[in-house]
């Protein structure tokens, strides 16, 4: 049996959001309407949607991120690739704990603040956290050092820490 996965998302900036998306995901919308855009795809398995709200609000930080995972280093960097030569924001994890899981991910937030989370796991952990990156007092998360976490936390971000961010930009989102 075929499925797919559908996301529906508040874009306060439906322009902003169809540039960024098609960005994103490589492809242009299936369908676009002045209030509405949407993709259907394959390859994730996803159809994404987003309704133009003028005044909703930016995520959430701590409520949630939406994730890609795939299943091959090579396939996460021509992601990676692609998302950056469009222009994307990209902050990188390498062999992060997070999860109880070791990964190599990617992360971009969209224009209303939803980040994304694409990810190949290589192996299992015993522990939500790597021993560098416990959660502290503040509420840490994946892939940060208790000095990253501060970084981090000063700049908006719960998990930008323990990543090697390839361009400025604070995370929006909690991990895992």
Known sequence: MKTRVHINLSASDLDKSVEFYGALLGVKPTKLRPDYANWRLDNPALHLALVHIPKASVADAHARHFGIELFDDRELEGWKQRVEEAGLSVRTEQEVTCCYAIANKFWVADPDGNEWEFWV???????????????????????ASAQENAKAKAAGSCCAAGATVKQEQPAKSACC
Request: aromatic share 0%; net charge negative.
């Open 121 to 143: 796991r290589h192996e299992e952990a015993n522990a939500m956290h790597g021993a560098d990156n416990a959660p502290s007092e503040e509420g840490a998360c994946c892939g």
